[in-house]
C-alpha cells in the first residue's frame, strides 16, 4: 500500500485543507501483508472522523492500511474540524467541500474510479453522521455507507446539547426535524424517490451513550426497504470497537473480488 498525507488548497472552505490517502499496490514481498489492485481506476471508501478527531486519527488508532490491503481499495480520510459535516449556519461550507469538491480534487490527484457502484463512506460518531447523510444525500454517487456508534439522531442530539456550538453549525435547531440534515428525512426522502438506494451498515455498542438514539434510527429505517444491515453487543464509545467494527464493515462493503488482479 502506498500511505500519502496530502495538503490542498480548498476553493469551497477559502483555505488549504489536509487528507491522508490509503492507495492500492501490487505486493507479494512484503512480510505479513500481500497488496492487491483492482483493474482499472481505484474503488474508494470514504473515511470520516468523530468530532473530536482530525483526518490521521483512523491511521493512528486502527490498522485501516493493513486491513485494506488484500481488498483494492482505496481509503480516503478527509479533516473536516467540528463541522458535522454541514454548510455552517456561522462557519464554512463542509458539506458542500465533502460532497463536491473533495471527491472532484481527490479524483484529479489519484486514480480513483468516480462510478456509483466503486465509491462507499464510512465513519465513526460524527463521521457515522457524515457518512449516512452522505450517502442518503447523494444516492446516485455512491453504493454504501456504515455509520460506527454514529451521532444519528441529530434532532435528539440538539435537544440534549443546545449550545452556542450546535448553532453556529446548524442555525435554528427547532427547525432540525425534516431539514437537510435530518438523517431520518434523508433516508424517507431517498427511499420514496425511485432510485437506486445506498446499502446500510449501522452498528453500536450497547453501553455506548448514543446507544437510544440508534436504535430509534434502526426502528425507522428498517421499514424503508433498504438493504440494511445492523450489529450491536457489547461496547462503549471507544477506538477498541471502532477498530473491530471497521473490518467488520470491510467485509460487508460490495466489493467486487472478480476485478482484483
Not at 158 to 183: P, T
Request: net charge negative; with cysteine; aromatic share 12%.
Amino acid at each position: 500500500m502506498a500511505f500519502i498525507q496530502c495538503d490542498f488548497f480548498s476553493e469551497v472552505l477559502g483555505l488549504s485543507c489536509s487528507m491522508n490517502v490509503i492507495l492500492p499496490q501490487q505486493t507479494r514481498g512484503q512480510i505479513g501483508m500481500e497488496g492487491r489492485v483492482a483493474a482499472g481506476k481505484h474503488p474508494t471508501l470514504y473515511l470520516l472522523h468523530g468530532l473530536s478527531d482530525d483526518h490521521t486519527i483512523w491511521m493512528r488508532r486502527t490498522s485501516i492500511e493493513r486491513y485494506v490491503a488484500s481488498l483494492g481499495l482505496a481509503v480516503v480520510m478527509p479533516a473536516v474540524h467540528r463541522s458535522f459535516y454541514t454548510d455552517m449556519d456561522i462557519g464554512y461550507r463542509y458539506w458542500t467541500f465533502i460532497s463536491e469538491e473533495l471527491p472532484s480534487i481527490a479524483r484529479s490527484f489519484f486514480p480513483l474510479s468516480d462510478r456509483r457502484e466503486d465509491n462507499f463512506a464510512a465513519g465513526l460518531s460524527m463521521g457515522g453522521y457524515g457518512a449516512f447523510k452522505l450517502v442518503l444525500s447523494c444516492p446516485d454517487r455512491f453504493a454504501a455507507g456504515a455509520s460506527l456508534s454514529g451521532a444519528l439522531d441529530i434532532c435528539s442530539l440538539a435537544k440534549l446539547r443546545d449550545n452556542d456550538e450546535l448553532r453556529n453549525i446548524f442555525g435554528d435547531l427547532s427547525k432540525l426535524e425534516g431539514s437537510r440534515h435530518d438523517l431520518f428525512h434523508l433516508a424517507k426522502e431517498a427511499a420514496g424517490s425511485g432510485g437506486s438506494k445506498p446499502k446500510l451498515f449501522q452498528c453500536v455498542g450497547t453501553e455506548d451513550f448514543l446507544y437510544e438514539d440508534n436504535v430509534r434510527f434502526r426502528d425507522f429505517v428498517s421499514k424503508l426497504g433498504y438493504d440494511y444491515h445492523y450489529e450491536e453487543g457489547p461496547g462503549t464509545h471507544e477506538w477498541g470497537y471502532w477498530d473491530m467494527m471497521i473490518q467488520r464493515v470491510l467485509e460487508w462493503l460490495p466489493l467486487f473480488p472478480d476485478t482484483v488482479e
